[in-house]
Nanobody, 122 residues
Framework: VQLQASGGGLVQVGGSLRLSCAASGRTLSGYDMGWFRQAPGKEREFVAHIEQSGGSTHYAASVKDRFIISRNDAKNTVYLQMNSLKAEDTAVYYC????????????????WGQGTQVTVSS
């Protein structure tokens, strides 16, 4: 499966963005999916996860209550709605398919797509 993240951009503190992760080559409906981010000079970190059915979601503490992960399997797309953005949310955001084990661990994911840059200015 090939994944492509989009929707990033420049936004002011307190603003919102919605990222999309479109899949090709295989349907996403058989995968849990996740979003990660990587800021300059930092490790790639877990942001959010959604189960295959979309019924259960998990978030990093730093984004909980601000970000919402969702999916539309008919469109083969996963979304990340980001609200109340902070300067520390600035990063390249990546989507990936969860292959099992620890939800927040990078090594549990594969099929990483190219990321999309999110810059939050103060």
């Amino acid at each position: 499966v090939q994944l492509q993240a989009s929707g990033g951009g420049l936004v002011q503190v307190g603003g919102s963005l919605r990222l999309s992760c479109a899949a090709s080559g295989r349907t996403l409906s058989g995968y849990d999916m996740g979003w990660f981010r990587q800021a300059p000079g930092k490790e790639r970190e877990f942001v959010a996860h959604i189960e295959q059915s979309g019924g259960s979601t998990h978030y990093a503490a730093s984004v909980k209550d601000r970000f919402i992960i969702s999916r539309n399997d008919a469109k083969n797309t996963v979304y990340l709605q980001m609200n109340s953005l902070k300067a520390e949310d600035t990063a390249v955001y990546y989507c990936a398919a969860f292959l099992g084990d620890v939800i927040a661990a990078r090594q549990s994911y594969d099929y990483w797509g190219q990321g999309t840059q999110v810059t939050v200015s103060s």
